[in-house]
T-cell receptor, first 116, second 115 residues
Framework: GAVVSQHPSRVICKSGTSVKIECRSL??????MFWYRQFPKQSLMLMAT?????????EQGVEKDKFLINHASLTLSTLTVTSAHPEDSSFYIC????????????FGPGTRLTVT | AQSVSQHNHHVILSEAASLELGCNYS??????LFWYVQYPGQHLQLLLK??????LVKGIKGFEAEFIKSKFSFNLRKPSVQWSDTAEYFC?????????????FGSGTRLQVQP
């Protein structure tokens, strides 16, 4: 149980285009999902917290107009990188917390974004 | 704000050696503590967690960690490492009583086990 998937696993896009990444909780309902970014050989940095049906809460320094987050249902959150630039190339990881108020987070496998 | 320090950035051990990875956090309230492992090319996997109770917690693959509240520490240990333990290890903290649900991660420790 408690599986989180991400799609796509890898994406290459041209500078100036937008890319959407999906995060799904497959066997549980997630009231809260989190989006992290991981640069090579570095730790995970929280980008934003999204709660189902409400606006995401972004961390300081994260551009909300550039990284659009939608959490439309209890099993799906999306991150759209708008007008991507090479410096947006990174590994994006989502995680989810269950409906029952559990304190554990379940992580997705991540999405490698390369902007050329 | 919470912060997490992992002082060992890169550790090289021989098989069968004992392992201890340090993790210290800065928050005076109630914390939930986690250790995650990331094998090369794979996603984060939970090794173990501490919420409350016995401060010595046992996780998967023979790992354990001890929560020492007075030292704000949650060090990860394994008595005898294997080559397959080569991976990146992340300590993470969540302070529930702040209302912040996200995890704060340490910078990670890269463990390399030599056969």
């Amino acid at each position: 149980g408690a599986v989180v998937s991400q799609h796509p696993s890898r994406v290459i896009c041209k500078s100036g285009t937008s890319v959407k990444i999906e995060c799904r909780s497959l066997d549980f309902q997630a009231t809260t999902m989190f989006w992290y970014r991981q640069f090579p050989k570095q730790s995970l940095m929280l980008m934003a917290t999204s709660n189902e049906g409400s606006k995401a809460t972004y961390e300081q320094g994260v551009e909300k107009d550039k990284f659009l987050i939608n959490h439309a249902s209890l099993t799906l959150s999306t991150l759209t990188v708008t007008s991507a630039h090479p410096e947006d190339s990174s590994f994006y990881i989502c995680s989810a917390r269950g409906l029952a108020g559990g304190r554990e987070q379940y992580f997705g496998p991540g999405t490698r974004l390369t902007v050329t | 704000a919470q912060s997490v320090s992992q002082h060992n950035h890169h550790v090289i051990l021989s098989e069968a050696a004992s392992l201890e990875l340090g993790c210290n956090y800065s928050y005076g309230g109630t914390v939930n503590l986690f250790w995650y492992v990331q094998y090369p090319g794979q996603h984060l996997q939970l090794l173990l967690k501490y919420f409350s109770g016995d401060p010595l917690v046992k996780g998967i693959k023979g790992f354990e960690a001890e929560f020492i509240k007075s030292k704000f520490s949650f060090n990860l240990r394994k008595p005898s490492v294997q080559w397959s333990d080569t991976a990146e290890y992340f300590c993470a903290v969540n302070a529930e009583d702040t209302g912040r649900r996200a995890l704060t991660f340490g910078s990670g420790t890269r463990l390399q086990v030599q056969p």
